[in-house]
């Protein structure tokens, strides 16, 4: 069955500081990966999603993703966090029929001043 | 453009008692799903659709029960709630197979 591991459960970067969260799947063929966040008492949004082609995507509010299928590894990465960045960042995987999302249990990231 | 929408926001239940968590979308999207979030344990899948009629099991699907009558709804029904319901519920809607999800703001629900 299809999985996906966010190793940390809680980060906490200086504002201005560059950011890493972490993302593991489990799937045999090529995944469908997405990454979410998730602010305080609110649902979840999209930030980005890689289905196949280049493995650099971009998304919303200057973030990126390494598809890394050697490593099979998603990894979510921001040059210069802001305070507001601070939220849950969820990673989340097709699963193998295609017919749900299969979701991490979630990096909480702080930022300090 | 309203999307996803749950309701009730908020519910207060007592043991035993019964319940209809509503969820709609006017995106014409065959696919949704809906999600149990509890601290630690991210967002686990409880039921999900693929068209109007037809449903399937997600990983945390006993207690709670579903149908799907139309395109647009997705009810999930708890039969005799239990103190470990308590949770917030997210619904989701797809437009098809492997494509993103758009979310609802979520039902907090708690079980006394």
């Known amino acids: 069955a299809q999985s996906v591991t966010q190793p940390d459960i809680h980060i906490t970067v200086s504002e201005g500081a560059s950011l890493e969260l972490r993302c593991n799947y489990s799937?045999?063929?090529?995944?469908?990966l997405f990454w979410y966040v998730q602010s305080p008492g609110q649902g979840l949004q999209l930030l980005l999603k890689?289905?196949?082609?280049?493995?650099l995507v971009q998304g919303i509010k200057g973030f990126e993703a390494e598809f890394k299928r050697s490593q099979s590894s998603f990894n979510l990465r921001k040059p210069s966090v802001h305070w507001s960045d601070a939220a849950e960042y969820f990673c989340?995987?097709?699963?193998?029929?295609?017919?749900?999302?299969?979701f991490g249990k979630g990096t909480t990231l702080s930022v300090s001043s | 453009n309203a999307g996803v929408t749950q309701t009730p926001k908020f519910q207060v239940l007592k043991t035993g008692q019964s319940m209809t968590l509503q969820c709609a979308q006017d995106?014409?999207?065959?696919?949704m799903s809906w999600y149990r979030q509890d601290p630690g344990m991210g967002l686990r899948l409880i039921h999900y659709?693929?068209?109007?009629?037809?449903?399937d099991q997600g990983e945390v699907p006993n207690g709670y029960n579903v149908s799907r009558s139309t395109t647009e709804d997705f009810p999930l029904r708890l039969l005799s709630a239990a103190p470990s319901q308590t949770s917030v519920y997210f619904c989701?809607?797809?437009?098809?197979?492997?494509?993103?999800?758009?979310f609802g703001q979520g039902t907090r629900l708690t079980v006394v």
């Open positions: 995106m014409n999207h065959e696919y």
């Open positions: 659709s693929v068209g109007a009629g037809i449903t």
């Open positions: 799937y045999g063929a090529t995944p469908y």
């Open positions: 989340a995987v097709g699963n193998q029929a295609g017919t749900a999302l299969i």
């Open positions: 989701a809607s797809r437009p098809g197979r492997n494509t993103e999800a758009f």
């Open positions: 890689y289905f196949s082609g280049d493995t």
